[in-house]
């Protein structure tokens, strides 16, 4: 056995006895930025699959080692771009939990709220990009004017489009802007009113099913054994949801409603992403409710002007927009940590491809990676 290994659109003998060996990355449209896959090929079916990653990686573990926990909120910010604020979360949650500090209800609410709007954000996102992927370009419009309504709102509070920076160990940044409230509310209930031209638009299109239903099939078991989470995992069946299993923040005193599917293919991924768009939306809905009818009060907590962790470990993990994300914080009483590890939702969804991709075309590679909804810098942290 022999193999030849080429660059995208390079030919080869066709010998019985010869794989090709192609290179979908580092730099290609089809892979979402830095990631590199190495297909083994017979014909133009997959015969297996490696993703290679660590091209975009940026050291964050140990950058965290090296500042204290005021600035770690700024630099967990960013390995998930389009999830700033809730990555942000968990920093401050384990760090609350270690000090034995509780944010004032205020804060509990607003934070609440603002990480359902940044979870819209981050699914319409990829509600948009993923049919591009496949050759329709219009839902990337409907859904990009979406975003922008709900960007406005986010950046007037915090100052920020991407890295919002608006979390505090203790509560918030500052209070909620005068009449915010009813600008989040007229934002949210617009897009759901127009959240149905994206749904009618591609969901039962003959081309997007065609290429996505019984496309890139993952099992339950797969899902277990590569701890997959979030849409993903619940699109083949996993009823898990930290909002609801484990609840934090304000979620204990919410509906949190856990959407699932059966099917594991790219087409469920795809709906149990639309149909959580909706949940979020209602969510954030509640917690405008909620916080109209607190009285006024603090936003957060009063801090020493040199913040320092007792000594001791804890987990904080959080219900991310693409899955679960995690914090294992390690303390020695000193103003920075002794070691604050990640544990990102991207890194283990994009670890089964070696599983799914077997089997399946070359063509359809495209719509499978583009099903599995991650972000590089979330993978190579």
Not at 21 to 36: A, D, E, F, M, Y
Not at 37 to 65: C, W
Not at 193 to 213: G, Q, S, Y
């Amino acid at each position: 056995m022999t193999e030849r290994v080429v660059g995208i659109g390079a030919g080869a003998k066709e010998l019985a006895t010869e794989d090709m060996i192609l290179n979908i990355g580092p730099q290609h449209p089809s892979t979402h930025g830095v990631l590199r896959l190495r297909l083994t090929l017979d014909g133009e079916r997959i015969a297996t699959a490696e993703p290679i990653i660590g091209y975009m990686h940026r050291g964050a573990e140990k950058l965290f080692e090296v500042r204290d926990y005021r600035q770690i909120i700024m630099l967990a910010n960013r390995h998930d771009w389009l999830s700033g604020f809730a990555n942000e979360l968990g920093v401050v949650l384990a760090t609350e939990r270690m000090l034995g500090m509780e944010p004032p209800v205020r804060a509990v609410w607003a934070r609440t709220l603002l990480a359902e709007l940044n979870r819209v954000l981050n699914h319409l996102m990829f509600l948009g990009s993923y049919p591009l992927e496949l050759g329709a370009m219009t839902p990337l419009f409907y859904s990009f004017n979406e975003r922008e309504r709900i960007q406005a709102v986010m950046e007037e509070i915090s100052g920020g489009r991407m890295h919002y920076m608006f979390n505090r160990v203790g509560g918030l940044k500052e209070d909620l802007p005068y009449g915010w409230l009813d600008r989040v509310e007229a934002a949210v209930g617009e897009t759901r009113r127009r959240v149905p031209d994206i749904e009618n638009l591609i969901l039962h299109n003959e081309i997007f099913v065609a290429r996505t239903k019984g496309v890139g099939v993952l099992t339950r078991e797969q899902i277990m054994q590569y701890g997959v989470s979030g849409p993903i995992s619940r699109a083949s069946g996993v009823d898990f949801d930290l909002r609801r299993d484990d609840p934090y923040l304000a979620y204990p005193e919410l509906p949190v409603k856990v959407v699932t599917r059966g099917g594991g293919d790219c087409h469920a991924r795809f709906e149990v992403l639309l149909e959580q768009l909706k949940v979020s939306l209602d969510l954030a809905d509640a917690c405008v409710d909620r916080l109209r009818s607190l009285p006024p009060g603090p936003i957060n907590q009063r801090l020493p002007k040199v913040l320092k962790v007792p000594e001791g470990h804890t987990y904080a993990w959080t219900e991310n927009p693409l899955g679960i994300n995690g914090y294992y914080l390690v303390s020695k009483g000193d103003k920075t940590p002794w070691r604050l590890k990640l544990r990102s939702a991207s890194y283990s969804n994009i670890q089964v491809l070696r599983e799914m991709l077997p089997g399946h075309l070359v063509a359809d590679m495209v719509a499978i990676l583009g099903s599995m909804f991650f972000v590089v810098g979330d993978i190579d942290k």
